[in-house]
């Protein structure tokens, strides 16, 4: 590199932190979830990619610097889907997490008093997280359209069933106590939802490389450590904002001045959800990391017994895509 001139041996693939480590990932997903990416026209994303993938063949524009290509890194990364290279819907994005994530907490944590109410808001919930489960799977693996509808009416009714009878279990509790009911529906929604939605995983197995990206079959145990950690980033996303966003609620209506704003109170909870899920969301899908990995010795034996035979020991660890 000379004067922020780039040679034609730059990789744009190359990791720019270090993803073995959670700082590294943290940096790399605070880039790639900017909701202010969000706002990038498609024409900007499409040239973005155009860019990576001639960097990818060695065709690096003459005069192009190494933010320029970072940046466009930056772009692909948070639109488009790591194993087909199709532009991702944006509601889908992880880049829309936030500004669509603290609509809907900042909803489901105030108007949670009554049965409609909880209802309705865990219904919408449900299907944002339906596209966002859908958008952020493993692409390797099809699903079918009745398996994405077997998939959202089951989370949905998981979650209404969750929260309309703590609901209503909660009446005689405290009132903090009710408040949390909306982040158990959405956990209990979240072990359901992605399971489901991506059971062509479970199913079939998703495909593993060896460290060079090299195919070495189709593993099944790969998919099911990928969706738990998967399940465990997305109840992480949303534990810290939904848990003591009710507590600084409940203290902060004591006051006289927040009883004569009661119409603020929502638009409070959005700006207080946003706040957390600002963080949350790059440090909930920095908690493993997006290429996953699993010993040898810890898959199924047929498949174990097939890369033996090819090669040996020599790939003691197979690696896949885990999906966000």
């Not at 500004?99 to 944002?128: D, E, H, I």
């Not at 059971?199 to 998703?206: C, F, K, R, T, V």
């Not at 609620?249 to 603020?264: A, D, G, N, S």
């Not at 033996?308 to 790939?315: K, P, W």
């Amino acid at each position: 590199q000379t004067q922020g001139k780039m040679t034609p041996a730059f990789d744009i693939d190359a990791p720019r932190w270090d993803q073995g480590t959670f700082l590294g990932r943290l940096r790399h997903f605070l880039a790639v979830t900017d909701p202010r990416l969000v706002l990038v026209p498609d024409a900007e994303l499409e040239r973005a990619k155009a860019l990576v993938q001639g960097c990818r063949a060695g065709l690096v524009p003459p005069g192009s610097s190494q933010e320029q290509l970072c940046y466009a890194k930056t772009l692909y990364d948070s639109a488009f889907h790591p194993d087909s290279g199709e532009r991702m819907n944006v509601l889908g994005r992880m880049s829309f997490q936030v500004p669509g994530g603290m609509a809907l907490t900042g909803c489901m944590l105030q108007f949670y008093r009554t049965v409609p109410a909880v209802v309705f808001w865990q219904w919408v919930n449900q299907s944002f997280n339906a596209i966002v489960n859908y958008t952020n799977r493993n692409a390797a693996s099809p699903i079918s359209l009745k398996q994405i509808a077997v998939a959202y009416v089951t989370a949905t009714g998981t979650a209404l069933a969750t929260a309309v009878g703590l609901n209503l279990y909660t009446k005689r509790a405290p009132p903090l106590v009710a408040r949390w009911v909306p982040f158990t529906a959405v956990a209990a929604a979240n072990c359901v939802n992605i399971p489901i939605m991506r059971q062509q995983e479970i199913i079939h197995g998703i495909t593993v490389t060896d460290e060079n990206g090299n195919e070495l079959g189709r593993s099944r145990r790969a998919a099911a450590k990928g969706i738990t950690q998967v399940v465990i980033s997305r109840i992480t996303m949303a534990a810290p904002g939904m848990i003591i966003l009710p507590i600084i609620m409940e203290r902060l209506e004591r006051f006289p001045f927040m009883k004569r704003i009661r119409v603020l109170h929502a638009p409070l909870q959005m700006l207080l959800s946003g706040g957390f899920l600002l963080f949350m969301v790059p440090a909930a899908c920095a908690l493993f990391p997006q290429r996953c990995s699993l010993a040898l010795a810890d898959l199924e034996p047929e498949l174990r017994a097939s890369i033996m035979a090819e090669h040996r020991d020599q790939v003691p660890y197979v690696y896949f895509n885990k999906g966000l």
